[in-house]
């Protein structure tokens, strides 16, 4: 295994010059462990929080021995499910599984037609903006973040060294990555991507506040002890249909005032907020966004 990483590093310094995106980087990964570590097939996952409450994952690369494999047999809701549940539970296969622990009956058995028997993954501990076509940059004013996963599938029961050799491997490439520029570090991310922060902010004021007191004595009572003009004055334009977008517009506050006023009222626990779905909405989550 010792060998494989110095051939595979030796390789990567060569092709890595002439590379100029993420995605290209990780591509040339995938297909070298495949061929050098004699893997049925590779993918490549980014798992990211988005603003408040969706976790979505989004496969980024797949390369396989057998180029017969049909691509839905890979790429599909199954196999999707399977790498989503282990980044939610931050979780490393240590020990390759059969197949048929780890899939639907369905689906093993159309990945163990192929020879794809074993399946294991490793979770990068590194937190990444992965830079390709479709993927956006993560906005740390959000704390949205790109986990990334490895997973792989193999013919035969793989060496016991076989997953933390491809996992030292993988975080080697993206220290390597950020060494290039390939990857931007989240500091510089504002200023790289000031379409997407304009999108979270849109997806901010799109949220409806509800005060969490509801009878009437109780919203006299909670007023009062309000000594803040500006936080008083949005916390009784809260009807619980209005959203943020409109209150900003109804209490003529001043963007700065007006965050400062919805952040104290999030602070002191007087409302909540929900999605236009009725979805609520973590308030902690909004707090680090202000």
């Given at each position: 295994m010792g060998n494989h990483q110095l051939i595979i590093f030796t390789?990567?310094?060569?092709?890595?010059?002439?590379?100029?995106?993420?995605?290209?980087?990780?591509?040339?990964?995938?297909?070298?462990?495949?061929?050098?570590?004699?893997?049925?097939?590779?993918?490549?996952?980014?798992l990211q929080d988005?603003?408040?409450?969706?976790?979505?994952?989004k496969q980024c690369i797949t390369a396989c021995r057998q180029v017969n494999i049909p691509k839905q047999i890979l790429?599909?809701?199954h196999v999707a499910e399977a790498a989503k549940r282990l980044c939610n539970e931050h979780y490393t296969v240590t020990?390759?599984?059969?197949?048929?622990?780890?899939?639907?009956?369905?689906?093993?058995?159309?990945?163990?037609r192929y020879n794809l028997n074993y399946w294991a993954c490793y979770q990068l501990?590194?937190?990444?903006?992965?830079?390709?076509?479709?993927?956006?940059?993560?906005?740390?004013?959000?704390?949205?973040?790109?986990?990334?996963?490895?997973?792989?599938?193999?013919r035969q029961p793989p060496n016991p060294r076989l997953i933390p050799t491809i996992g030292y491997i993988m975080e080697q490439v993206i220290n390597l990555a950020y060494n290039r520029g390939l990857l931007l570090p989240e500091k510089q991310?504002?200023?790289?991507?000031?379409?997407?922060?304009?999108?979270?902010?849109?997806?901010?004021?799109?949220?409806i506040p509800q005060r969490n007191f509801d009878n009437e004595a109780n919203q006299g009572k909670h007023v009062q002890v309000i000594t803040s003009r500006q936080v008083r004055r949005l916390y009784l334009s809260i009807d619980g249909r209005r959203n943020l977008a409109n209150l900003a517009v109804l209490t003529q506050l001043h963007q700065q005032a007006f965050m400062q006023a919805l952040r104290s009222l999030l602070t002191q626990e007087r409302i909540q907020l929900y999605e236009p779905d009725g979805h609520f909405v973590d308030g902690v989550t909004v707090l680090s966004a202000l």
């Open positions: 390789q990567l310094l060569q092709a890595i010059a002439g590379m100029q995106r993420i995605d290209e980087l990780l591509q040339w990964t995938a297909n070298v462990l495949v061929q050098r570590l004699e893997l049925e097939a590779v993918q490549i996952w980014s988005d603003c408040f409450r969706q976790i979505s994952i790429i599909n809701s020990i390759p599984q059969v197949t048929e622990a780890i899939f639907s009956s369905q689906a093993a058995h159309h990945l163990t501990t590194n937190s990444l903006p992965i830079q390709s076509a479709g993927y956006q940059y993560p906005l740390n004013r959000f704390n949205l973040s790109t986990y990334t996963l490895i997973s792989f599938f193999t991310l504002l200023l790289q991507a000031p379409a997407q922060a304009a999108k979270a902010d849109a997806l901010l004021m799109k949220l």
